[in-house]
């Protein structure tokens, strides 16, 4: 939101204080200013200057006019690209040697086969506004050859204010001024208290849907004159606010909207044809905005129709039918009251946001309608562009505005400091409420610009905001004795730090995904990862699933790193997977109070399944070259060295065995298992997948349920036993046949081995003649030890021979010579 400081003065007086201090003020209350803008510094040479006539140049793929320019000296030509002008018009005009905004210097130079002796400025370059979509017309009054800066006061200091979703009411130089009368404790003129003359004989109105619209106020204008222009003053006050001048009567309810905060729509009376209805848009109407969109109109969508169908899409943008043009004659005024969510709800579902959809969606002082359009009359009337009628409609349907109840403590007991009684009551006074002390509490009734207010607990964020967030005490909260975190918890953190210290880096992914994923990832239709959860109203319409696996996040993530220049890039992700999207309905929860105890069971159980998983990609290099040899690539080992590490780390183990499973190779893929159960897969990726999602060759990929690991974790770790005494070490090969899987022999040779058996690994595996066809041979070195003794030759031999046996017995080994 765009303020200018003299817009702001007219409403509160001020000490002589400084932008800067305004603005710190204006943000410990609670509206932030992200920056105040000098307006009119640096700009030299622009003047005044009339235009004469102008020549359409051709021959080009934009239009080019070759524009003649009275600047109260002579004549001058200039080229420019804008069409929004006419001969007649008063323009700014950057004369040479002249300096715009951020030291751009402008001199006379050739541009499109003439020689441009200076240019025609639009507001963005002079730095009133961000509009470069024309040249900035200015009051024909003005006189020529005058000082551009001089003749519209532009030197201006203008507030840049972040206004939060709840606060409405600043979207308007009232709610502003008000925050900074409160702010400075000075008196505020309230630029709505103005005293509307009562309806009658107005515009038939109905309003069909009372819970979308409680109150519709329209009136009726007659002998629209289009030749008033619009004052300077209010066009260089819309230019500073952000807003390009248009018309007159678009310009006086743009005007109005940023002085009070109304929208406010009007139709060409002449265009509508019969009554005006607020209502819902039926099956298959149609309307064509203002923005020249042909719009398909949604059932939950609220319109205002008149007896041809709809006219405009409420609380956001008119139709293109009745919009108001230089033929006008006849306006009729519209301003509503309408209900935020629904207006909420139809700009995004058109994805067509506004100036009055960004208020009616914030909340709307619904006391201003007929305040409102008055002061939009009184302009008019004041400049002799209509006649004012006396016919205006105001249909009024608001409830009440509810008490609330506060009990003085409340806001001590959360701020930490206690507030008296006297100032609790001045604060929310100047908020604007009216508070009644009865029996040891307060019964507040908010004001109708401050709709956010609704609990206690909303009117104790006033009371602390206006007493100044900077006066709470800094005070950290004190641990409960013996409290900490869960073993869960401090089981993810093990696994975190786990993969980090192995050279992963954790990322945190979207967890929105495309229908396509499942079909790169490979996967089938009866596959449980398959995306299966909609969302309702999802960030994006290209995303609109829940993810049901980590890996298309991990795969994005790893493409844009590669895509950076990183080739050798090692990625981790612990988080949530979305699965079996519940058959329950969700309950319909009611807004402004707890749901129940059974309505909060009802809604966990529509919510679908959500399992935690760990997962891992990798791709490149796993071990550099350089001095001391070659490097190592990436493979399908490292993957399933990941979980293996993994499973160390919380005192499981791991057991490894070949499987065929999507979105993996179907020869380098493996299933991983722990106590029985299925834990995950993890292996090199099929190359339809890295096709698919562009990823390097042979990456590699990990993924594993986070709950069947945490629960296989060992419950207290044991210290393990040192022994003083020396280890034996032996190696045995043997043969097997290829289908037997490295995990079965390896736990042969364990229970063969018994308790001597300190470690195994496996350090060769050969296939080839001397073996034999079908055969293969695997060699491990087991290490021994005793607790209490150093083994003798003898006892070596034995543990050998008894693994050697064990292997034989129970998948065929047979001892290599």
């Not at 001020?14 to 800067?20: F, G, Q, T």
């Amino acid at each position: 939101m765009l303020a200018p400081l003299s817009w702001l003065l007219e409403y509160v007086e001020l000490p002589d204080a400084p932008a800067r201090d305004i603005a710190e003020r204006l943000t410990a209350a609670g509206l932030q200013v992200e920056r105040v803008e000098r307006i009119g510094e640096g700009i030299e040479g622009v003047v005044v200057a009339k235009v004469i006539a102008f020549e359409e140049l051709e021959g080009f793929k934009k239009p080019i006019r070759w524009v003649t320019l009275a600047d109260g000296t002579g004549e001058r030509q200039v080229i420019c690209g804008a069409t929004n002008f006419a001969a007649g018009d008063v323009v700014a005009y950057a004369r040479p040697p002249a300096q715009l905004p951020g030291g751009f210097r402008i001199d006379a130079r050739e541009a499109y086969g003439r020689v441009s002796d200076g240019m025609i400025c639009s507001g963005r370059e002079l730095g009133l506004s961000d509009d470069h979509t024309g040249i900035l017309v200015l009051d024909p009054a003005l006189q020529l050859g005058s000082d551009v800066v001089e003749a519209l006061a532009l030197r201006e200091d203008v507030l840049d204010i972040s206004i939060n979703p709840d606060r409405g009411y600043a979207l308007s130089m009232r709610g502003i001024a008000r925050e900074l009368a409160t702010a400075y404790g000075v008196a505020f003129r309230d630029p709505g208290a103005v005293a509307p003359p009562p309806p009658g004989r107005g515009y038939p109105v109905t309003i069909e849907d009372p819970e979308g619209c409680d109150r519709y106020v329209a009136v009726s204008l007659e002998e629209l004159n289009p030749s008033v222009a619009s004052p300077g003053w209010m066009q260089r006050r819309l230019a500073l606010a952000g807003m390009r001048p248009i018309s007159l009567m678009v310009d006086v309810t743009n005007y109005v909207m940023l002085e009070v905060g109304q929208p406010l729509h009007a139709f060409d009376l002449e265009k509508v044809n019969g009554p005006i209805a607020v209502r819902r848009a039926r099956g298959g109407e149609k309307l064509r905005t203002l923005d020249g969109t042909n719009r398909e109109l949604d059932p939950r969508d609220l319109v205002i129709a008149d007896d041809s169908g709809a006219i405009a899409l409420a609380g956001v943008m008119g139709g293109e039918h009745t919009e108001i043009t230089d033929a006008t004659r006849h306006v009729l005024l519209e301003a509503a009251h309408f209900e935020p969510t629904s207006i909420a709800y139809t700009s995004r579902r058109h994805r067509l946001g506004s100036e009055a959809s960004r208020r009616f969606e914030r909340g709307v002082d619904d006391a201003l309608p007929r305040v409102a359009a008055e002061l939009v009359v009184s302009i008019l009337v004041d400049l002799g562009a209509a006649q004012r009628t006396h016919r205006s409609t105001d249909i009024d349907n608001r409830s009440l505005t509810p008490t609330i109840e506060l009990d003085p403590a409340h806001p001590g007991r959360i701020a930490g400091i206690d507030y008296p009684y006297e100032t609790i009551s001045s604060r929310l006074t100047d908020v604007g409420c009216s508070v009644r002390e009865r029996s040891g509490a307060f019964d507040v009734t908010p004001p109708s610009w401050r709709p956010d207010l609704r609990i206690p607990e909303d009117l104790v964020e006033e009371v602390i905001r206006l007493e100044g967030y900077s006066n709470l005490p800094s005070t950290l909260p004190r641990a409960t004795s013996g409290a900490g975190l869960t073993r869960e918890q401090r089981l993810r953190r093990v696994l975190g730090r786990t993969l980090a210290g192995a050279g992963y880096t954790e990322v945190l992914c979207s967890p929105f995904v495309d229908a396509a994923s499942a079909e790169r990832l490979q996967l089938e239709p009866g596959d449980g990862r398959v995306p299966s959860v909609r969302i309702a109203n999802p960030v994006s319409d290209a995303e609109p699933f829940l993810r049901a696996t980590l890996l298309p996040g991990l795969f994005s993530a790893l493409v844009r790193n590669v895509g950076r220049g990183l080739s050798d890039v090692a990625l981790f992700e612990v988080g949530p997977v979305f699965r079996s999207p519940s058959r329950v309905p969700a309950p319909v929860l009611v807004a402004g109070k707890r749901p129940l105890d059974a309505e909060l069971l009802a809604l966990d159980a529509a919510l679908p399944d959500q399992p935690g998983r760990v997962a891992v990609v990798i791709a490149g290099m796993r071990e550099q070259s350089g001095w001391w040899g070659g490097g190592r690539a990436v493979s399908w080992a490292d993957a399933v060295e990941a979980a293996r590490t993994l499973a160390r780390a919380v005192g499981a183990e791991i057991v490894v065995s070949a499987d065929h499973h999507a979105p993996f190779h179907p020869g380098r893929c493996a299933a991983l298992a722990v106590g029985g159960e299925l834990l995950g897969h993890a292996g090199e990726l099929h190359p339809r997948a890295i096709e698919a999602f562009g990823l390097p060759p042979r990456t590699s990929a990990m993924e594993i349920s986070l709950d069947v690991l945490i629960g296989a974790a060992a419950g207290v770790t044991a210290a393990p036993t040192v022994s003083s005494y020396p280890a034996a070490t032996v190696d045995i090969a043997v043969t097997v046949d290829t289908a037997v899987p490295a995990a079965a022999l390896e736990a042969a040779l364990r229970a063969g081995a018994g308790p001597l058996l300190e470690a195994i690994r496996l350090f060769d595996v050969y296939v080839g003649e001397q073996v034999g066809s079908g055969r293969k041979s695997m060699a491990y070195a087991l290490r021994l030890r005793a607790a209490d003794r150093t083994l003798t030759v003898d006892e070596v031999t034995a543990v050998r021979d008894a693994a050697v046996a064990e292997a034989a017995t129970r998948v065929g080994a047979e001892l290599r010579s």
